[in-house]
Every structure is written in C-alpha cells, then in structure tokens.
C-alpha cells in the first residue's frame, strides 16, 4: 500500500518561505500523479497543487498562482511544495496526496498524515 510521509511545515512570518516535501513509499513513485491539499481550522480541505507523472505538467489553486509550486524527482520518490510569498491565509495542515495515474484525475488514492504550516501577520 502507498504510504506518504510529510516534513517540512513550521512558523513562519508573512512574506517568508517554506519547501514542503513529501516521500512516498510502498509503491513505485512514478506511476502516481501527486498533489497538494490543505485544510485550515473550520474549513474543508482544499485543494492547493497538481503535477502529472513526469512533472512536466502543473496546476494550482487561484490564490496560490505565482507564490506556490509544486514539483517532483521521481528518483527519490518525493514531491515538493516551494511556498513563498506566504500569508496569513495560507495557515493550514498541508496535506500530500496521491492519484494513480500519469495524470491528475482528482480521486485520491492515498493522504499522508498531514503538516502544519503557520504563518504570522
């Protein structure tokens, strides 16, 4: 079964950085389209950043376009999540997600246990 592990969240003041990363396990990498989720208190999870089996195609939430992206190395198993710029509003539990596939299809397959991520005004 896929596992997913996440590192990277902290605190951070509003216009720092963070890189998420998120190491898969258990199956083999590649023949996974990857995603970011998040969820902040009160709020449903939403969803953050896509990218297809090769990396070679992206997608991203409105409000996160030009601050957040997302990428891969298929050789270490992992996904990334380059967060800059950061708000107040991006606060939440990021999530890494998993759909089988090359590409992003939306119907998650396996959720990592999730990173807390805090930004201060």
């Known amino acids: 079964q896929v596992q997913l592990v996440e590192s990277g969240g902290g605190f951070v003041q509003a216009g720092g950085s963070l890189r998420l990363s998120c190491v898969m396990s258990?199956?083999?990498?590649?023949?996974?389209?990857m995603g970011w989720f998040r969820q902040a208190p009160g709020k449903e999870r939403e969803f953050v950043a896509a990218?297809?089996?090769?990396?070679?195609?992206?997608s991203y939430k409105d409000s996160v376009k030009g601050r957040f992206t997302i990428s891969r190395d298929n050789a270490k198993s992992t996904v990334y999540l380059q967060m800059s710029s950061l708000k107040p509003e991006d606060t939440a539990v990021y999530y890494c997600?998993?759909?089988?596939?090359?590409?992003?299809?939306?119907?998650?397959?396996?959720w990592g246990q999730g990173t807390q991520v805090t930004v201060s005004s």
């Open positions: 258990g199956r083999t990498f590649s023949n996974y389209a």
């Open positions: 990218i297809n089996w090769s990396g070679g195609y992206t």
């Open positions: 997600a998993a759909s089988y596939g090359s590409i992003w299809s939306g119907r998650v397959r396996s």
